[in-house]
């Protein structure tokens, strides 16, 4: 209901100083795609947004109204939804990580976490993975619930990968926020690793290779 957000979101006010403490879950992705990425987004510079970013948004919007109304898990599956909550706000003290995730559901096992991604492919990549991992850790701490899997879904080619929430993922996570963690302590821009996807990079304008 509209009083626990309000509530959700009050929690997650901080103080300059504290939220300082903090790294967005979602620049897991940016540092996984390219730790010049994270770089230029704890500089406070942004990614230039296209058109297909902003349809992406919408479509996405559409899709959460139509999880809204199923009872199963993204309507593929036996498995009941016992539990189901769009847009949570995390935030852990322990792994310094803040965020808000799509989409958690409850089940007779524990908790799903579930990621839109606004994407096409027949995996997930990498970054996504680590990113929705992250979520899924973070879920554990505010629900008070085990997460032993999460789902990435992509939306433009309706794929839903459902991956187990390993020991070695988890500590795969932690690893990398420490290296981000150091990138933001150090204040030293990555060295440049140039290739296929420094073509569609939306930091092109500002990284230039330099």
């Known amino acids: 209901c ?4 309000e509530r959700d979101r009050e929690a997650m006010k901080t103080s ?6 903090f790294i967005p ?3 897991i992705e940016n540092y996984t795609y390219c730790p010049r990425q994270f770089f230029f987004l704890t500089m406070g510079l942004r990614e230039r947004q296209t058109e297909f970013m ?3 948004k919408e479509e996405q919007e559409g899709i959460e109204e139509k999880e809204r109304r199923r009872e199963t898990v993204l309507a593929r599956r036996k498995e009941k939804v016992k539990g189901r909550w769009f847009d949570v706000p995390l935030r852990s003290e322990k792994l310094g990580l803040v965020g808000q ?11 799903i976490v579930v990621d839109f991604k606004d994407a096409s492919g027949e ?7 680590y990113q929705t991992a992250a979520y899924s850790m973070m ?13 990435v879904y992509y939306t433009k080619n309706d794929k839903a990968f459902e991956l187990p929430l390993t020991d070695s993922l988890r500590n795969h996570v932690v690893f990398v926020v420490k290296r981000m963690k150091r990138i933001v302590s150090e204040e030293r821009i990555p060295p440049v690793v140039t290739g296929k996807k420094c073509v569609s990079c939306g930091f092109r304008y500002v990284c230039k290779g330099r």
Not at 2 to 5: H, L
Not at 101 to 111: I, P, S, T
Not at 123 to 129: H, L, N, Y
């Open 2 to 5: 509209e009083r626990e957000r």
């Open 16 to 21: 300059e100083d504290e939220e300082a403490k």
């Open 25 to 27: 879950v979602k620049w």
């Open 54 to 56: 902003k349809e992406g």
């Open 101 to 111: 995730v799509d989409m958690v559901l409850e089940v007779d096992d524990g908790l």
């Open 123 to 129: 995996r997930p990549t990498d970054g996504f993975v």
């Open 139 to 151: 879920a554990e701490q505010k629900f008070g619930r085990k997460v032993k899997r999460f789902i």
